[in-house]
């Protein structure tokens, strides 16, 4: 690399894809542990994509972890997909910043007294950006550019 700033080559973000212990708006509750196994097997190779539609890949996931709040995501919007200047935008206007997962189920208990679905053990099949997410608290928290010479950074925290 020459160290010359050549425009941005990647948005990076950072947040929450799920956040433990709370109902989602279809009455899913993830616990904790529920993305153990996924992430043993490989969940870290997940699609990024736009409003869960697979015909529209935005980027990457770099990372993913685990904390006691939820599920950490750390990832990179492609700025050459059209999709992704969109979001890209979107995210450093503060108008994107909801996350999502797409999953399947494996293991959960209904709680019919709170008519509530709690979640043991999850399949992750890809993380979105979204205008709505299920979860409320599941947010990009922080943004930078990558820009192509990488010798500078600019941070935004949302």
Same mark, same amino acid.
Not at 109 to 119: P, S, Y
């Given at each position: 690399?020459?160290? &010359?700033?050549?425009? @941005?080559?990647? =948005?990076?973000?950072?947040?929450?894809?799920?956040?433990?212990?709370?109902?989602?708006?279809?009455?899913?509750?993830?616990? @904790?542990?529920?993305?153990?196994?996924? #992430?043993?097997?490989?969940?870290?190779? /997940? @699609?990024? /994509?736009? &409003?869960?539609?697979?015909?529209?890949?935005?980027?990457?996931?770099?990372? =993913?972890?685990?904390?006691?709040?939820?599920?950490?995501?750390?990832?990179?919007?492609? =700025?050459?997909?059209?999709?992704?200047?969109?979001?890209?935008? #979107?995210?450093?206007? &503060?108008? /994107?910043?909801?996350?999502?997962?797409?999953?399947?189920?494996?293991?959960?208990?209904?709680?019919?007294?709170?008519?509530?679905?709690?979640?043991?053990?999850?399949? #992750?099949?890809?993380?979105? /950006?979204?205008?709505?997410?299920? &979860?409320?608290?599941?947010?990009? #928290?922080?943004?930078?550019?990558?820009?192509?010479?990488?010798?500078? =950074?600019?941070?935004?925290?949302?």
């Amino acid at each position: 690399m020459d160290g &010359q700033e050549h425009g @941005p080559a990647s =948005l990076r973000f950072a947040g929450y894809a799920s956040v433990f212990h709370e109902a989602d708006s279809g009455r899913d509750v993830v616990m @904790p542990g529920a993305f153990d196994r996924a #992430l043993r097997e490989g969940g870290g190779s /997940l @699609p990024l /994509l736009w &409003q869960h539609e697979a015909r529209e890949p935005i980027g990457r996931v770099e990372r =993913l972890g685990v904390d006691a709040r939820g599920l950490r995501v750390i990832g990179q919007v492609a =700025l050459g997909a059209r999709r992704g200047r969109d979001a890209a935008a #979107l995210m450093r206007a &503060q108008a /994107l910043t909801g996350l999502s997962i797409g999953y399947r189920v494996r293991r959960f208990e209904v709680d019919r007294k709170r008519r509530l679905r709690r979640l043991w053990d999850v399949d #992750l099949i890809e993380i979105s /950006l979204v205008t709505f997410p299920m &979860q409320p608290r599941a947010r990009v #928290l922080e943004v930078e550019t990558i820009v192509a010479s990488a010798s500078n =950074l600019k941070t935004a925290e949302i």
